[in-house]
């Protein structure tokens, strides 16, 4: 863990770093076009999905995994086996979109699937070994990362995607900051180019974004059972 965190850690440096040399490299202009400014709407959206899919599959898993003596196939990770990477993609994908020019999307894609693949496999070399019986199966049936359209129809959203207001709090501090920066390099984007009035006519439409966030969090999570019992070994 540490020396994914440490990894993960020098590729967001050097991605700051040359993103404060070259700001006008990388960011997007300014633009009252209806594309631009849905852009950065999406990808807000994106960014608080992304939230979502890896809150609800970070928490499920602490709550269910016993120790890692259990193979988790409940939850968010009955559709995908790895939902925490791509809430991971999608809330990068989304900050992305909201700040950068278009073809920042294929820089973050190709650094995405050179770190993530590579630690994917190597994850599952490990499950491998640890579950020898099980996990070959899990793999036949549930997709490494992207669920399949017919999973998500097929289930109840709840079954795939619980929360719980506690495993928010948790991640609380993380969430609020990222959100914060993201914002505010957009309001400063936009005031300085665009004007105040521009500006809060943007802001409203992000402000109801994350109050539909909210709502569906507060929805997902009053759905949720006392006690979660989804997991099999």
């Known amino acids: 863990m540490k020396k994914r965190l440490k990894i993960n850690g020098i ?3 050097c991605a700051g770093l040359g993103v404060a040399l070259f700001p006008r490299i990388f960011f997007r202009s300014y633009s009252k076009g209806l594309w631009e400014q849905s852009l950065e709407i999406i990808g807000f ?4 999905l992304g939230q979502i899919i890896r809150v609800s599959a970070r928490g499920y898993k602490s709550e269910n995994s016993q120790d890692s003596r259990a193979l988790i ?4 990770y009955q559709i995908m ?3 925490m990477y791509l809430g991971i993609f999608l809330i990068g994908l989304g900050v992305v979109l909201a700040l950068f020019k278009w073809w920042a999307v294929v820089i973050f894609i190709t650094v995405f ?3 993530y693949i590579l630690l994917i496999y190597h994850e599952e070399k490990k499950l ?5 019986d099980t996990y070959p199966q899990y793999c036949r049936k549930v997709p490494r990362i992207f669920p399949s359209i017919s999973s998500i129809i097929k289930l109840d959203v709840i079954e795939y995607l619980p929360i719980r207001i506690t495993w928010f709090w948790r991640e609380i501090g993380s969430i609020i900051t990222l959100l914060l920066l993201v914002l505010l390099v957009t309001s400063w984007q936009n005031i300085a180019q665009g004007g105040f009035k521009d500006y809060l006519q943007q802001l409203l439409w992000i402000l109801s ?3 539909l966030f909210i709502i569906l969090v507060i929805l997902l999570s009053k759905r949720m059972p006392q006690k979660n019992e989804n997991s099999a070994n």
């Open 11 to 13: 590729i967001m440096v």
């Open 45 to 48: 959206a994106l960014i608080l």
């Open 73 to 76: 196939q409940g939850g968010p």
């Open 81 to 83: 086996r790895n939902p």
């Open 113 to 115: 699937i050179i770190r």
């Open 128 to 132: 491998r070994l640890m579950f020898p």
């Open 209 to 211: 974004t994350f109050i």
